[in-house]
Every structure is written in structure tokens, then in C-alpha cells.
Nanobody, 115 residues
Framework: QVQLVESGGGLVQPGGSLRLSCAGS????????VAWYRQAPGKQRELVAA???????TYADSVKGRFTISRDNAKKTVYLQMNSLKSEDTAVYYC?????????WGQGTQVTVSS
């Protein structure tokens, strides 16, 4: 059974930082494309960052220069370092892993940016 478990969300002030983690199990993590998505209230889920196995990282324009996605295949974990957070970054953040046609999601972690 594949599981993706996110952690690291919370409340942070504008300009602050958070690091999200996503631990995978039951999946050949090293060959998967991993990504972070987010969904704000009343909005569609959107791609934040993606990191293919051995490929080029992709970022949403709104987070370029502020967020960094990384992975540790030995730990089956993907990270999202978020710096210079803004109120518009407030959303539920979801971890995603894809292998071929198989697509897996975590349960999401809330990030709230507010003073």
C-alpha cells in the first residue's frame, strides 16, 4: 500500500519560512516524479514545484526564487523549503508522486501565512 505523509505545515508570519516534508512508503521512490501542489479556499489545486527523477525542476512563477523542492531517495522523502512567505501562499499543500500512469497523493498539510 502506497502512503505519502506530509508534515511541517503551520502558521507563520509574512516573510517567514517553513519546510514541508513528505515521507513515502510502498513506492519505488527513486524513479518517481515528485511534486508539491497547493489548494487555496475557493481555488483549484495548482502545481507548486515538481522534481522528476534525474530531470529538471519546475516551479510555478509565483514561487520562483522563494521555494525549493528537493528529494532524498534513500529516505523516500521529498521536501519543500518555503522562504519569504506571503499571505497568498496560504493553502493546503499536497505531496504527489507519479510513476508512469500511477498517481499518488498525500492527505495535505495546512500552511497559513498571517500576522
Amino acid at each position: 500500500q502506497v502512503q505519502l505523509v506530509e508534515s511541517g505545515g503551520g502558521l507563520v508570519q509574512p516573510g517567514g519560512s517553513l519546510r514541508l516534508s513528505c515521507a513515502g512508503s510502498g513506492i519505488t521512490f527513486s524513479i518517481s516524479t515528485v511534486a508539491w501542489y497547493r489548494q487555496a479556499p475557493g481555488k483549484q489545486r495548482e502545481l507548486v514545484a515538481a522534481l522528476p527523477s534525474g530531470g529538471t525542476t519546475t516551479y510555478a512563477d509565483s514561487v520562483k526564487g522563494r521555494f525549493t523542492i528537493s528529494r532524498d531517495n534513500a529516505k523516500k522523502t521529498v521536501y519543500l523549503q518555503m522562504n519569504s512567505l506571503k499571505s497568498e501562499d496560504t493553502a493546503v499543500y499536497y505531496c504527489n508522486a507519479k510513476i508512469g500512469i500511477l498517481n499518488y497523493w498525500g492527505q495535505g498539510t495546512q500552511v497559513t501565512v498571517s500576522s
